[in-house]
C-alpha cells in the first residue's frame, strides 16, 4: 500500500511540474521593438489592425524602381514587396528601418500586424489583389551597383486605397550619391 501512494504522489508532482513547464514555455516572451506593451495597448492595436484581417476588393498594381546618380533606372527585379496598413506599429517599425537602413517584415509578423508580400516580376511589376479599403505602406529593397559600388535603397511608399478601387502606384527613389 505505502508503494502505492508512493507512486500515486510521484505522478501527481509529474504532472504539475508538466503543467508548469508548459505554461511557462507557452508564456509570453519580450516584444521585438524593445517595449513592452500591456492589455489596453495590445486591445488597442488589434484595433487599428481589425478592418485589415477581412477580404477586399481593391487592387494595387505597381512597379519598383531606382534612379541611380547618373539617372539610369534600375528595377527592382525579382524583389519582396511589403504591403502593411498604417498603423502606429507599423509607423514605428518603418521609422526605425529609415533610421537603421534595414527592413524586415518579420518584426511585423511577430507583433501578429498585417502584412501582405509579393515579389517583382523582371520590370520590377508587382501586384496586391483582394485588399480592404484603407491606408497602407508599400515597402521594397532596390539592389543597385554603379561605378564599382554597390548597395540595397529602401523604398517607402503611402497609398490610401478605397475599398473598390484598382490603383497603379510607382515606387521609386534616387540615390543621392554612391557612398
Known amino acids: 500500500m505505502r508503494i502505492q501512494m508512493s507512486v500515486r504522489r510521484f505522478r501527481l508532482l509529474l504532472l ?6 508548459t505554461l511557462g514555455a507557452c508564456a509570453p516572451r519580450g516584444p521585438t521593438f524593445g517595449f513592452k506593451r500591456d492589455a489596453d495597448e495590445t486591445r488597442r492595436l488589434a484595433g487599428e ?5 477581412q ?3 481593391a487592387t494595387i498594381n505597381g512597379r519598383a524602381y531606382l534612379q541611380t546618380p547618373t539617372g539610369q533606372a534600375m528595377n527592382a527585379v525579382y524583389q ?8 502606429s506599429l507599423s509607423q514605428q517599425a518603418i521609422d526605425e528601418g529609415i533610421k537603421t537602413g534595414e527592413w524586415s517584415a518579420s518584426s511585423l ?8 508580400q509579393t ?6 511589376n508587382f501586384d496586391f489583389n483582394a485588399l480592404p479599403g484603407g491606408e497602407y505602406f508599400i515597402i521594397c529593397g532596390v539592389p543597385w551597383s554603379e561605378g564599382g559600388k554597390s548597395g540595397t535603397t529602401i523604398l517607402v511608399g503611402r497609398t ?5 478601387e484598382q490603383q497603379d502606384f510607382v515606387l521609386t527613389g534616387v540615390v543621392a550619391s554612391a557612398p
Not at 519582396?80 to 498603423?87: A, G, N, R
Not at 509578423?109 to 501582405?116: D, G
Not at 515579389?119 to 520590377?124: A, I, K, Y
Not at 490610401?160 to 473598390?164: D, E, I, K, N, Y
Open 49 to 53: 489592425y481589425a478592418p485589415y484581417r
Open 16 to 21: 504539475a511540474l508538466t503543467a508548469l513547464t
Open 109 to 116: 509578423a511577430k507583433e501578429h500586424a498585417v502584412v501582405w
Open 119 to 124: 515579389r517583382t516580376d523582371d520590370q520590377g
Open 80 to 87: 519582396s514587396v511589403d504591403l502593411t496598413p498604417v498603423t
Open 55 to 57: 477580404k477586399g476588393y
Open 160 to 164: 490610401h486605397l478605397a475599398p473598390t
